[in-house]
């Protein structure tokens, strides 16, 4: 049977191997997300012949993960055991589109719940890096209005030359002040990834203007994806948000390698949606939380 092991940052390595051997464009098969979010759904993991499970606690249920390796049906008769076992619904979160059909064809009961405040925002790479045509003339606008007001900028790959500068600039975002426990805690874990950053070798760069940092982000590449995990900028600089989006991409998603961005899901915070649906996705990447039984 299954034996679930909390997830400890000296698991890290085994997690990103499988990601990394069976890519996805989702965010939450990435050690990034891991990292960033493990605490808040009190992720474990378990692996059986080869094959990775997730389990989490969302919307205050165990979910388990879509199985991540060679042996999907081995994996899936695992978790039916499991659950038999310890006598527990079979629920299964962060299930995409392709995963569902296997779903639907081998469990005789299936409800499907589309998340859809858990939506991933997928965007051409290079319709995002370049933002040509009328259809992206609001973030082109913003990014050309920094450039005319801010003529002394700079954008830098993070070192540890600068992490002390943007571990003060986090503890000094804006969310510090609301009372608002999600944002707080992301907030917490950006200073988690930076006081730990070469560590988890994440990719990330910040923006400077006038030698000061009012921006930056963090993210990792994943098969022909670069997903952005982490993205804070200094609003009272017009199109600072712009900048760091479009300079993050053009440090590290140059080359054909890299075809899409991830910029990982809006939370169902209409501000955030309203801003990533304005950058024109080519896919909203569903997720959703199935339940499911076998032999009825």
């Known amino acids: 049977m299954l034996k679930f092991k909390k997830i400890e940052r000296e698991d890290y390595p085994v997690l990103k191997a499988y990601f990394n051997a069976y890519p996805s464009r989702q965010c939450d098969r990435t050690v990034g997300t891991i990292i960033m979010w493990h605490e808040y759904y009190g992720n474990y993991y378990a692996v059986t012949d080869g094959t990775l499970i997730l389990l989490s606690k969302f919307k205050n249920k165990n979910c388990f993960s879509f199985p991540i390796g060679k042996n999907l049906e081995g994996g899936l008769d695992a978790i039916d055991e499991y659950c038999e076992k310890n006598d527990i619904p079979c629920v299964m979160c962060s299930v995409n589109k392709n995963e569902l059909p296997v779903l639907l064809k081998r469990y005789c009961y299936c409800v499907v719940e589309p ?3 858990m939506f991933d925002y ?27 007001l801010y003529k002394n900028y700079e954008f830098v790959p ?14 000094n975002f804006s969310f510090n002040s609301e009372k ?14 930076l006081e730990n950053y070469e560590e988890y070798g994440l990719l990330g760069g910040a923006l400077k203007v006038d030698g000061k ?9 994943i098969g022909d994806t670069l997903i952005c995990h982490i993205e804070k900028a200094d609003i009272s600089y017009h199109g600072a948000y712009q900048m760091v989006t479009n300079q ?9 390698e890299i075809k899409f961005v991830n910029r990982e899901d ?25 339940y499911l039984k076998k032999g009825c």
């Not at 993050?248 to 054909?256: C, K, P, S, V």
């Open 115 to 117: 998340d859809r405040d």
């Open 122 to 148: 997928i965007y051409d790479k290079d319709a995002l890096m370049n933002l040509s045509g009328k259809k992206y003339s609001t973030p082109r606008n913003h990014i050309n209005k920094f450039l005319k």
């Open 158 to 171: 993070i070192t540890n030359e600068i992490i002390a500068e943007l571990i003060e600039f986090t503890r």
């Open 180 to 193: 608002n426990e999600i944002a707080n805690y992301e907030l917490e874990k950006c200073i988690d990834v």
């Open 213 to 221: 940092i009012i921006g930056y982000s963090v993210g990792e590449i």
């Open 248 to 256: 993050f991409l053009r440090m590290y998603a140059q080359g054909d």
């Open 266 to 290: 809006d939370s169902g915070d209409e501000g955030l949606r309203k801003a990533k649906l304005s950058y024109r996705p080519i896919e909203l990447l569903e997720k959703n939380t199935v």
